[in-house]
T-cell receptor, first 117, second 115 residues
């Protein structure tokens, strides 16, 4: 069971370039999300999805797009990279986002370390 | 806005001793709390969680305590081992019945294990 898989592990972009960060999970989780982690800032939510075909913005969505065509995949697209987007990006998933009958913690991938020059 | 915070950025503990990592939260309506462990170069790893209808929950070598009166959460690690060295951070969901959706994360405490 691979869990949450993120690719690539490292990426260097020039300002203005575009790229897609890949995320896949094999746990049949409905909820998936993208976070960025910066020193001293903690984890901040970029976008999330509660199921295939449904996405919504988080705390810091500007400069990023997402889509959820399948349950398994949740790619994050940077349309025109900026130095402010230098960060570590984590994808996370959980079994259910709103069912309070049981606990459903987020499971994280190992991250993509992105540098924009 | 309301946020989750931590009392200490670094905690140094002797190997074999018990560790206690603290977390203060400001939203009295928060219903769900999670502790994560993050090792260098890796993603956050789920340790243990607790709902607001409980005061204590135990796992393998770990215990989470929730004091709703003073809005305080703690993670206790028994018989600390070198592999416990990591950054630990708590997360809360301020929405009643909420789970992973809507989590707010603290900035973390770096646990250092002394030989």
């Amino acid at each position: 069971n691979a869990g949450v898989t993120q690719t690539p592990k490292f990426q260097v972009l020039k300002t203005g370039q575009s790229m897609t960060l890949q995320c896949a999970q094999d746990m049949n989780h409905e909820y998936m999300s993208w976070y960025r982690q910066d020193p001293g800032m903690g984890l901040r939510l970029i976008h999330y999805s509660v199921g295939a075909g449904i996405t919504d913005q988080g705390e810091v969505p500007n400069g990023y797009n997402v889509s959820r065509s399948t349950t398994e995949d949740f790619p994050l697209r940077l349309l025109s990279a900026a130095p402010s987007q230098t960060s570590v990006y984590f994808c996370a998933s959980s079994y259910s986002s709103t069912d309070s009958s049981y606990n459903s913690p987020l499971h994280f991938g190992n991250g993509t370390r992105l540098t924009v020059t | 806005g309301e946020s989750v915070g931590l009392h200490l950025p670094t905690l140094s503990v002797q190997e074999g001793d018990n560790s206690i990592i603290n977390c203060a939260y400001s939203n009295s309506a928060s219903d769900y709390f999670i502790w994560y462990k993050q090792e260098s170069g890796k993603g956050p790893q789920f340790i243990i969680d607790i709902r607001s209808n409980m005061d204590k929950r135990q796992g393998q070598r770990v215990t989470v305590l929730l004091n709703k009166t003073v809005k305080h959460l703690s993670l206790q690690i028994a018989a600390t081992q070198p592999g416990d060295s990591a950054v630990y951070f708590c997360a809360e969901n301020p929405y009643s019945g909420g789970g992973a959706d809507g989590l707010t994360f603290g900035k973390g405490t770096h646990l250092i294990i002394q030989p």
